[in-house]
Each structure stands twice: as C-alpha cells, then as structure tokens.
C-alpha cells in the first residue's frame, strides 16, 4: 500500500508548526499506523533528514501515549482504541493522511506530534483517574 501523509512538525514550543507531505511505499496492510511512523523515520534518516517526533510506549492499546488525531479523528476514523492498535488496512490505497498531535489547551505541543501530558500527570498523582471497560478475559 502507498500513502501520502500529511505530517504536523514543529521544532519547539515556540516555533509555529505546518504540515509537510510525505510519501510512504509498499506498507503492508498488516503493518500498525506507529508501525508506519517508524519506517518513514528510517526512510528520512537514511536521506539525512530530521525524523518525526511521536510518542508511544506500550504498543499494546493500554497506556494511551500513543494518541494523535488522524485525519482529524482522535485515534483514527472509526476507530475506538489507541493509535497502536490501528493498522493501515483501516486505509484506502493511495490515501492521504492527516496527522496531528492530539491538540487541546492542556496539552501543547513539545515538538512535532509529541504533547506535553504533565497537566494529565499531575491530576494522575493527586489520586483522580478514570476507568473503562476492558472487557473480560479470553
């Protein structure tokens, strides 16, 4: 599968960010949406240029650091797990892609798609939290 994304960068808080086009060939459409990030970074390192900042942790669909807003839909279109778990298939071929950080006041931006979450963090610490139903074991 082949892909035109849409890419947020910014290089600091400070900076003002744009989207930039990039191209990305022969993905399988097995291959998760981080997946993809990081084989475009491979891509740019190899021509000397700056790979995209991105946050992920887990990679399983537990810890959330992964979110970005893409095609401007949290988590991806039709899609009510974490970035991780959305896989390219989700996509037409030939598509393009929007990506952005998950933007919202209490998280600006760091760099790129990457937030800073320490306002989450410190309402975390002070014992709030949230549940969700995870369902049961298989």
């Not at 993809?36 to 000397?48: H, V």
């Amino acid at each position: 599968m082949n892909f035109l994304l849409r890419v947020w960068r910014q290089k600091n808080r400070q900076s003002r960010g744009k989207l930039v086009d990039y191209e990305v060939h022969d993905i399988s459409p097995n291959t998760s949406f981080l997946e993809m990030l990081d084989i475009l970074n491979e891509n740019l390192l190899r021509r000397g240029e700056e790979p995209i900042a991105f946050d992920s942790d887990c990679r399983e669909g537990i810890c959330g650091t992964c979110s970005l807003a893409i095609n401007g839909e949290a988590h991806g279109p039709d899609h009510p797990g974490a970035v991780c778990e959305l896989y390219m298939r989700k996509f037409r071929d030939g598509a393009t892609i929007t990506v952005e950080p998950f933007r919202l006041g209490a998280f600006p931006i760091v760099k790129d798609l990457v937030i800073d979450r320490s306002a989450l963090d410190r309402v975390v610490q002070a014992g709030g939290f949230i549940s969700a139903r995870a369902g049961s074991a298989p």
